[in-house]
């Protein structure tokens, strides 16, 4: 029911479902390495530095190491919905 009043706007659940995400801004430099863009599915399970660590730890493409994510979340039980999407970033000339 969570889903659908997100996405419809069921009145009645109103005061208890917030319509606004919670984002953030982060700027890029060239120290950095690796973009993960995750839903709470996985934050709820894992930190941030966790995340980034478990993805250093793979040498391997951002798919595998989306679906090891994605594993991760599930093996410590996320009740969430869980997407997670991984970048490896160019390194600066």
């Known amino acids: 029911i969570l889903a659908v009043t997100r ?3 069921d009145s009645s ?3 208890f479902v917030i319509g606004n995400p ?3 801004e982060t ?3 060239d120290a950095d390495d690796v973009l993960i863009l995750a839903c709470d599915g996985l934050w709820d399970v894992c930190s941030d530095q966790e995340a980034v660590d478990l993805v ?3 040498d391997s493409h951002p798919t595998h190491t989306s679906q090891m994510l994605l594993e ?3 093996s410590n039980e996320s009740m969430d919905n ?3 999407m991984v970048f490896r970033l160019p390194t600066p000339p």
Request: aromatic content about 10%; overall charge positive.
């Open 22 to 24: 919670y984002t953030t």
């Open 82 to 84: 869980i997407t997670t």
């Open 27 to 29: 700027i890029l430099d």
């Open 13 to 15: 659940l109103k005061q």
């Open 7 to 9: 996405a419809l706007g």
């Open 56 to 58: 250093r730890s793979m």
């Open 72 to 74: 991760y979340a599930l």
